[in-house]
């Protein structure tokens, strides 16, 4: 593990994502009912972090919090091929260095084709980076 106890490396990265709050029983992943967007700033083979999140407020947090909702996911890894999709539970949330929260969501109910996806891009971008 890293310094930081994480098990999957991370990168940087500005991703688009579109991303809607659903109840923790929700299944399906292809429809979206009102999506919004956002921009991811790092990524791993089991996460994601990002700021900006419209619509959350005290009520929706705690829900988060408690595993009440969970968030679906479309990342948008390359522009030419369709988003990866996945849902994704709150593991943290913190006041970022710019005066906006930050929060990280873990990935769950991931397919091994979303994660070897995922994991290619990481480990692309990290060899990229240490070029």
């Keep these: ?3 930081e106890g ?14 809607e709050f659903v109840d923790w029983r929700e ?3 292809a429809v979206f009912v009102s999506p919004k967007k956002t921009h991811s700033f790092d990524i791993s083979a089991n996460g994601i972090g990002f700021r900006e999140i419209e619509g959350v407020n ?6 988060l919090e408690k ?4 968030v679906k996911l479309a990342i948008h890894l390359d522009k030419n091929r369709p988003p990866l ?3 994704a539970r709150l593991v943290w949330g913190a006041p ?3 005066g906006h929260k930050s929060f990280g969501f873990m990935f769950i109910e991931v397919s091994q084709v979303f994660f070897n996806e995922v994991n290619r891009y990481v480990q692309t971008h990290l060899s990229a980076k240490e070029k």
């Design 6 to 19: 994480r098990i999957f490396t991370r990168v940087k990265a500005q991703l688009e994502i579109d991303y």
């Design 58 to 63: 005290p009520v929706l947090l705690k829900q």
């Design 96 to 98: 970022g260095a710019d």
């Design 27 to 29: 299944t399906q992943l």
């Design 67 to 70: 595993g009440k909702k969970k």
């Design 85 to 87: 999709m996945t849902f």
């Design 1 to 3: 593990m890293g310094k």
